[in-house]
């Protein structure tokens, strides 16, 4: 019964599988069992490593995998399939080891691991046949034991048949027809029908680790989370899948349709320390008030608005949110094309990279901060110093940057005689003057009548006021940089509607001329020398030094205001923290050129039909709706509207 590749007489099966695990040479691993009964015999004691061909001992060393443009080259696919094989020898190890280490299993469970070994070992001979013939040879490239460091050690049958047949076994059914796709795209026909052949078995693996995993799981317990219930980092149902859910071959094999939606919009870092994303709206009205409660509304909005950082998030990123999200809304923007990053109530015990909340505030110090001891050192950065977020620390550069634009900065007054003088002056000039304090958000507490009660009140509640010329707006502009501490960059330019106070309304989420009038246009056009761009690198090279010397770096808004006259005023304030004029930058890419777009929140979204927007045939939005969060139960709800007038029913301030 030996294979083309084995030698000697067969073995019973308790001694084949310890060649399997603890061979060094590629007859070895293989080498078919004899027909002797399986006698079981004591589990055999756990090793680090596996016995390994010279060729094929692991390495610390990574070796890149070919990217898809590369596979056009013989020994490009060559080194793909080297990786490939490596996988497949370390399924027969792993299998092996699992008869080694549960000798008390039923019959039937041992003889489908046999099938399975079998399979892996016609694979592995199958790529190092077409290997050959591409021109690579084993040991060319640097082999890692990564599945091996997964699985070697799991603790009970049910754990293998998890991490074998429902994740690592589940993620080629996508992996194989991905690859044989890329491979048929350069005319590799040879290697495309061996992932075929493979694929065929591969639906026999997972259905055989699936048919155990429910004898096995408690009953009472849905297939979704006894799944997940057994995964811990580096593994996570990301690894089930591959760059697709191929939801037909899940059901194939037998996988509910419950546990084929959650995979298909699960997100999470298959390794990678998670950025944590959190959602305090109120952070700048914490940093007024340390003692502050937010009303219901604020609430609501916290509440109902927690999943939103999600546009800004990678993927492997996690974003913390109240309650699980629910599964049709996830579908929802997963039918727009959209990969949601981990949605969860809390970070569990894992590595974290940055922390990132809306704004940093008291609060989101003590509820970011206790995650500290477990960030990545790399990724940790201090809180800003409390000037950072003071208007009047943005009056004060602008007047130094551009001394001409100094009376667009304002005036710092901490007394009433300065308010009263201040706006004098303004008056003198034909100005109309407006009382901003210099802690606020959201166009709060600015007063636009200068009268002595009021401003009294206002200086009682705050540390300084600022007495500012109240220009007409013709448009209201923001300006978005990443500050670093060597270098800070332009990530763009967004355009938004403010209310009578100059509070956000929406954004435009296309270029930022697309929501103006055409006279506003050219009027911007004229505004700044070198345009809006030069503006911009201007800004990033001036302020970004002052920020990071106030400990602010990452994202940062600047609001920019362009009069009816065309004046041009370049720093009305800085936000030291994300803005939705930069969640609305980032889905940028997602919408057709040209095509406008309009972020905004939504009061009492009821219950609407969740249809993803329309596409051109580059994939790129054209026109509908997408819930940004999920409406059905919330107050209120982020709502991105391509190709449409902006909503009647957003939400003002």
Same mark, same amino acid.
């Given at each position: 019964?030996?294979?083309? #590749?084995?030698?000697?007489?067969?073995?019973?099966?308790?001694?084949?599988?310890?060649?399997?695990?603890?061979?060094?040479?590629?007859?070895?691993?293989?080498?078919?069992?004899?027909?002797?009964?399986?006698?079981?015999?004591?589990?055999?004691?756990?090793?680090?490593?596996?016995? *390994?061909?010279?060729?094929?001992?692991?390495?610390?060393?990574?070796?890149?995998?070919?990217?898809? +443009?590369?596979?056009?080259?013989?020994? /490009?696919?060559?080194?793909?399939?080297?990786?490939?094989?490596?996988?497949?020898?370390?399924?027969?190890?792993?299998?092996?080891?699992?008869?080694?280490?549960?000798?008390?299993?039923?019959?039937?469970?041992?003889?489908?691991?046999?099938?399975?070994?079998?399979?892996?070992?016609?694979?592995?001979?199958?790529?190092?046949?077409?290997?050959?013939?591409?021109?690579?040879?084993?040991?060319?490239?640097?082999?890692?034991?990564?599945?091996?460091?997964?699985?070697?050690?799991?603790?009970?049958?049910?754990?293998?048949?998890?991490?074998? @047949?429902?994740?690592?076994? !589940?993620?080629?059914?996508?992996?194989?027809?991905?690859?044989?796709?890329?491979?048929?795209?350069?005319?590799?026909?040879?290697?495309?029908?061996?992932?075929?052949?493979?694929?065929?078995?591969?639906?026999?693996?997972?259905?055989?680790?699936?048919?155990?995993? *429910?004898?096995?799981?408690?009953?009472?317990?849905?297939?979704?989370?006894?799944?997940?219930?057994?995964?811990?980092?580096?593994?996570?149902?990301?690894?089930?899948? @591959?760059?697709?859910?191929?939801?037909?071959?899940?059901?194939?094999?037998? =996988?509910?349709?419950?546990?084929?939606?959650?995979?298909? %919009?699960?997100?999470?870092?298959?390794?990678?320390?998670?950025?944590?994303?959190?959602?305090?709206?109120?952070?700048?009205?914490?940093?007024?008030?340390?003692?502050?409660?937010?009303?219901?509304?604020?609430?609501?909005?916290?509440?109902?608005?927690?999943?939103?950082?999600?546009?800004?998030?990678?993927?492997?990123?996690?974003?913390?949110?109240?309650?699980?999200?629910?599964?049709?809304?996830?579908?929802?923007? !997963?039918?727009?094309?959209?990969?949601?990053?981990?949605?969860?109530?809390?970070?569990?015990?894992?590595?974290?990279?940055?922390?990132?909340?809306?704004?940093?505030?008291?609060?989101?110090?003590?509820?970011?901060?206790?995650?500290?001891?477990?960030?990545?050192?790399?990724?940790?950065?201090?809180?800003?110093?409390?000037?950072?977020?003071?208007?009047? $620390?943005?009056?004060?550069?602008? +007047?130094?940057?551009?001394?001409?634009?100094?009376?667009?900065? #304002?005036?710092?007054? $901490?007394?009433?005689?300065?308010?009263?003088? /201040?706006?004098?002056?303004?008056?003198?000039?034909?100005?109309?003057?407006?009382?901003?304090?210099?802690?606020?958000?959201?166009?709060?507490?600015?007063?636009?009548?200068?009268?002595?009660?009021?401003?009294?009140?206002?200086?009682?509640? !705050?540390? /300084?006021?600022?007495?500012?010329?109240?220009?007409?707006?013709?448009?209201?502009?923001?300006?978005?940089?990443?500050?670093?501490?060597?270098?800070?960059?332009?990530?763009?330019?967004?355009?938004?509607?403010?209310?009578?106070?100059?509070?956000?309304?929406?954004?435009?989420?296309?270029?930022?001329?697309?929501?103006?009038?055409?006279?506003?246009?050219?009027?911007?056009?004229?505004?700044?020398?070198? #345009?809006?761009?030069?503006?911009?690198?201007?800004?990033? $090279?001036?302020?970004?030094?002052?920020?990071?010397?106030?400990?602010?770096?990452?994202?940062?808004?600047?609001?920019?205001? =362009?009069?009816?006259? #065309?004046?041009?005023?370049?720093?009305?304030?800085?936000?030291?923290?994300? $803005?939705?004029?930069? %969640?609305?930058?980032?889905?940028?890419?997602?919408?057709?050129?040209? %095509?406008?777009?309009? =972020?905004?929140?939504?009061?009492?979204?009821?219950?609407?039909?969740?249809?993803?927007?329309?596409?051109?045939?580059?994939?790129?939005?054209?026109?509908?709706?997408?819930?940004?969060?999920?409406?059905?139960?919330?107050?209120?709800?982020?709502?991105?509207?391509?190709?449409?007038?902006?909503?009647?029913?957003?939400?003002?301030?």
């Amino acid at each position: 019964m030996a294979s083309s #590749g084995s030698t000697g007489e067969p073995l019973d099966l308790r001694t084949w599988a310890e060649g399997l695990v603890l061979g060094d040479t590629l007859a070895d691993k293989l080498r078919e069992p004899g027909a002797a009964e399986d006698r079981g015999g004591p589990p055999l004691a756990l090793p680090d490593a596996p016995g *390994r061909p010279a060729a094929w001992a692991f390495s610390s060393e990574r070796a890149p995998f070919p990217k898809a +443009a590369e596979l056009v080259a013989p020994r /490009a696919r060559g080194t793909m399939l080297h990786f490939f094989a490596n996988h497949e020898l370390l399924a027969i190890e792993l299998l092996a080891l699992g008869l080694l280490r549960f000798p008390e299993t039923p019959a039937r469970f041992r003889a489908g691991l046999v099938r399975t070994i079998l399979d892996e070992q016609r694979h592995l001979g199958m790529y190092l046949g077409r290997m050959a013939e591409l021109g690579v040879a084993p040991g060319e490239v640097p082999v890692n034991r990564f599945f091996w460091d997964c699985v070697h050690d799991v603790e009970s049958p049910l754990d293998l048949c998890v991490r074998m @047949g429902l994740v690592f076994e !589940q993620a080629n059914l996508d992996f194989c027809v991905e690859y044989a796709a890329r491979l048929r795209a350069v005319d590799d026909a040879p290697t495309a029908a061996i992932l075929d052949r493979i694929l065929a078995d591969e639906l026999g693996h997972v259905q055989h680790g699936l048919y155990w995993f *429910r004898r096995w799981k408690d009953p009472a317990t849905s297939d979704w989370d006894a799944f997940v219930q057994r995964l811990h980092l580096p593994l996570s149902p990301a690894r089930a899948k @591959g760059g697709g859910v191929h939801r037909e071959l899940r059901e194939r094999v037998g =996988l509910d349709p419950d546990f084929i939606d959650r995979l298909e %919009v699960y997100g999470r870092s298959k390794g990678r320390p998670p950025t944590v994303w959190w959602w305090n709206p109120d952070c700048e009205a914490e940093r007024r008030d340390p003692a502050h409660r937010p009303s219901a509304a604020v609430a609501a909005l916290s509440r109902d608005l927690a999943a939103l950082p999600w546009v800004l998030a990678r993927p492997d990123d996690l974003v913390l949110v109240p309650a699980p999200p629910r599964l049709a809304w996830q579908r929802h923007l !997963q039918a727009a094309g959209l990969h949601l990053p981990e949605l969860a109530t809390e970070v569990g015990e894992r590595s974290v990279g940055s922390l990132e909340p809306w704004g940093w505030s008291p609060r989101a110090e003590a509820v970011l901060g206790r995650l500290r001891a477990r960030q990545v050192p790399a990724a940790r950065r201090p809180p800003p110093a409390g000037a950072a977020f003071r208007k009047d $620390t943005a009056a004060g550069w602008l +007047a130094a940057w551009r001394p001409e634009l100094a009376w667009l900065a #304002g005036t710092t007054c $901490t007394r009433w005689e300065e308010v009263a003088a /201040a706006a004098a002056e303004l008056e003198e000039r034909g100005l109309a003057p407006a009382v901003k304090p210099v802690l606020s958000t959201a166009g709060q507490g600015i007063l636009r009548r200068v009268e002595e009660g009021a401003v009294r009140r206002l200086l009682a509640q !705050q540390p /300084a006021v600022l007495v500012v010329p109240w220009l007409d707006r013709a448009a209201d502009l923001s300006l978005h940089l990443d500050v670093g501490p060597e270098r800070s960059r332009v990530r763009g330019f967004t355009s938004f509607q403010a209310d009578a106070r100059g509070a956000w309304r929406r954004s435009q989420v296309g270029r930022p001329e697309l929501g103006l009038e055409p006279n506003t246009v050219r009027l911007l056009q004229q505004s700044w020398p070198g #345009g809006l761009w030069g503006l911009g690198s201007e800004l990033a $090279t001036y302020l970004g030094p002052k920020l990071t010397a106030l400990g602010v770096t990452g994202a940062v808004g600047i609001d920019m205001l =362009l009069s009816s006259a #065309g004046l041009l005023h370049p720093l009305v304030e800085i936000n030291p923290r994300w $803005t939705m004029g930069r %969640v609305a930058l980032a889905l940028r890419p997602r919408v057709a050129p040209g %095509v406008p777009a309009w =972020l905004s929140l939504m009061r009492d979204p009821g219950d609407p039909e969740l249809l993803p927007p329309l596409v051109d045939a580059r994939g790129l939005w054209t026109a509908g709706r997408l819930w940004l969060t999920d409406p059905v139960g919330a107050q209120v709800a982020a709502v991105l509207d391509v190709a449409a007038d902006p909503p009647k029913a957003a939400l003002a301030g």
